[in-house]
């Protein structure tokens, strides 16, 4: 049996988004083997602090590559530093004449793409510097003119695959035009390299997005005439905003390293991203491994992905419930860290599980507990007035909280038996006294937490009726 082997061909123009982010997990989720790529032939936009990004990014989110760059420190798995070998398989397209040089400006390709457009036709290369002479070559390069590389594509032939996701897809070769392989400065065209570098590092299947699919009918054309081997193909839906459009920065897209400086755990991310144009028929948080034993190439679906942020959010509720201590404790921001004890450190990540999305929430949570003194909120400030005025609730309390120091259900037994207070006459001037608000973690989390002397401590400051 063939073993699997995907990839993921980033350029590193930028911080990793949310799409290519799920094209990498459905590829990692896929494949027996995964390999990761760096496709920087363009030297103008592709930065190295991108490449570091972006293994950081994909390390972060666990999706690790069998195949692929060990450092941002430039390898044969770089693009860039593979022209030479893409000069080889130029120079064979020129002996057996599938190539041309094109002498066309920007604005000579512009004028007769419009013109085409206005006719009704679809925009393709009008095949202009298809037969020039050798002569009239020779003459332009003495001019001083870079051409561009052109592949000559067969007429009226039809170009077929059978797509992973879309089925039988066919596409006509009149429509097509010769297309760039080189550009003029001498670097590959994405059709040319992408292609020839997944024949040469024997991928075999290939997931990417449906905006790829017109760019196949041209790579097979290509590997075709090398007399290499072609992958499989597959073409994934889009993902869009929640407006119904493309995904942008406008209507929701974030970065990877953006959703990692707000606190997002991978785990929420990948289960997130896992089920953005995939069906799992489950909403429950599944390991990197559990995604991959579900995943099949009939669940994806042809439709589009929308985008929802309440969604990633449910997955980041998930993942923070189910992290471990260690995770969490790491999770949580270095001030966070420093203001709970050691004896209460498991007490307080469990507090953060039931009432946390992200770090910075717990923050206020150790200051109310461990701290001396906290904010009160305008509605429990007047929950703690009424209360001073009405009773001797606190003076119970103080009573209650020393005769049961650590047992919060006797201690509330007690305060009931005491006051007669039940429902929001004990429970909101109890965890108004304690916190500072009306809402938050379980009050039996935070008696324990607190300790008999802060939990006494702040009855008695109530309990002496000082202003609240």
Known sequence: MQTIKTRFAPSPTGWIHLGNARTALFNRLFGGEFLLRIEDTDQTRSQPEFVAALLEDLAWLNLNWEEGPASPEPDT????LRSDLYDSYYAQLEKNNRVYPCFCTPHELALSRKAQRAAGLPP???????????????????????????????PGIGITFEDLVRGQQRFDSDTIGDFIIRRADGTPAFFFCNAVDDALMEVTHVLRGEDHLTNTPRQL????????????????????????TPLSKRNGSRSIRELREQGYLPL???NFLARLGHAYGEETLLSLEQLA????????????????????????????????????????????????PDAHRTLFLTLVRSNCLFPEEA?????????DDFPITENAHQILKQTQ?????????????????EDYPAFLEALKTATGARGKRLFQPLRAALTGRLDGPEIQRIYTL??????IDRFTRLAKKTPC
């Open 363 to 371: 923050q206020p949570w150790a200051e109310i507990i461990f701290g």
């Open 124 to 154: 393709k290369y009008s095949g202009k510097c298809a037969h020039l002479s050798a002569d009239d070559i020779q003459r332009r390069l003495d001019e001083g003119l870079q051409p561009t590389l052109r592949f000559r594509v067969p």
């Open 77 to 80: 798995y770089f693009q860039s």
């Open 389 to 405: 005025s009405e009773s001797e609730f606190f003076s119970a309390a103080i009573e209650a909280a020393h005769r049961n120091p």
């Open 450 to 455: 607190l300790g008999s002397e802060r939990t």
């Open 221 to 244: 054309l290509i590997l075709e005439a090398l007399d290499l081997p072609a992958p499989r193909y597959g073409h994934i839906s889009l993902i869009l905003g929640e407006d119904g």
């Open 268 to 270: 929420a991310v990948i």
């Open 293 to 340: 034993e579900r995943f099949q190439l009939q669940k994806l679906s042809r439709a589009p992905a929308r985008f929802d942020a309440k969604q990633l959010d449910y997955w980041q509720n998930q993942a923070v419930r189910a992290a471990d201590d260690d995770t969490l404790w790491q999770w949580l921001t270095e001030p966070t860290r420093k203001l709970i």
